[in-house]
């Protein structure tokens, strides 16, 4: 569908910030909420932007968007996640937590917790951690990568495969309905499949919108995670795969009302 002349313009606007908000855009071309809101519909069906909660940032297609950006993008799916994920460690446990904006929300939802040893490939989360009285906190060496505070390399992964760690936390930027995970990184993959290796339990927390996603590189398989956590049910071909190897699902979040909620195989739970 053609855009007209003031979708052209907010995606001219998208390219050049990066993000938008609704507020901005509707004193800017003095409309309505809604109409801003339908141009940003029409702008993310046409995959030039993903949608937040007031506004939207740039996207151009399968490529990666913006660290701070992701942080935005489903952000009510996410914090629900977060809590969902890190309700299923326990204290006194070991956890690597790998680089991503869900799993980071996760890292900070694990702040009443006590006796844990947390670590992880992001120094972003590790120095929020670090104030968190009831954490033992260390940090992967390796390069640090500039857009996000992510390590990578080969000193990261041989870092990694030092440990054996009670859980990993990890993320995808994309799950196939064949239930490869992806990423787009191939530095950053490397370091999340060690991680998975290391682990006697894997969490992965990703929403709905990695199902609609692609990314070159893969991380790894669902078959090899025991508990997904995501915000609504899942494809019919990733249920399939997920009933037949055992994993355990948990939907964090109602449809329907919105409340957080955690279904797993056996049961609702509202909280």
Do not use: W
């Not at 930027?173 to 992806?182: Q, S, T």
């Amino acid at each position: 569908m053609p855009l007209n002349a003031r979708q052209s313009e907010i995606l001219k606007l998208l390219q050049r910030r990066g993000r938008v908000r609704v507020d901005e855009l509707v004193l800017q071309y003095a409309t309505t909420p809604q109409t801003i809101r339908r141009d940003l519909r029409l702008l993310e069906q046409a995959g030039r932007a993903q949608r937040f909660h007031g506004g939207a940032v740039f996207s151009s297609g399968g490529e990666y968007t913006d660290f701070e950006a992701r942080r935005l993008i489903s952000r009510r799916a996410k914090d629900a996640i977060a809590q969902a994920a890190a309700s299923l460690i326990p204290d006194d446990a070991t956890v690597f937590i790998n680089i991503g904006t869900t799993t980071e929300a996760a890292a900070l939802a694990l702040k009443d917790h006590s006796g844990l040893t947390v670590i992880t490939d992001n120094v972003n989360t590790a120095n929020a951690l670090r104030q968190f009285s009831g954490l033992d906190v260390l940090i992967a060496g390796g390069a640090i990568r500039a857009h996000d505070g992510a390590i990578v390399g080969d000193a990261a992964v041989q870092f990694i495969r030092q440990f054996r760690v009670d859980y990993a936390l990890i993320g995808a930027a994309a799950i196939e309905p064949e239930g490869a995970l992806l990423d787009h990184d191939l530095r950053e993959a490397q370091v999340a499949s060690a991680i998975m290796d290391i682990a006697r339990h894997v969490i992965l927390a990703a929403d709905a919108t990695k199902f609609s996603r692609s990314a070159p590189v893969c991380i790894g398989d669902l078959r090899d995670v025991h508990s997904f956590v995501t915000d609504k049910p899942l494809p019919q071909d990733i249920a399939g795969i997920c009933s037949g190897a055992g994993v355990q699902v948990i939907e964090a979040l109602d449809a329907k009302d919105g409340r957080r909620r955690r279904k797993s195989l056996t049961g609702d739970f509202v909280s």
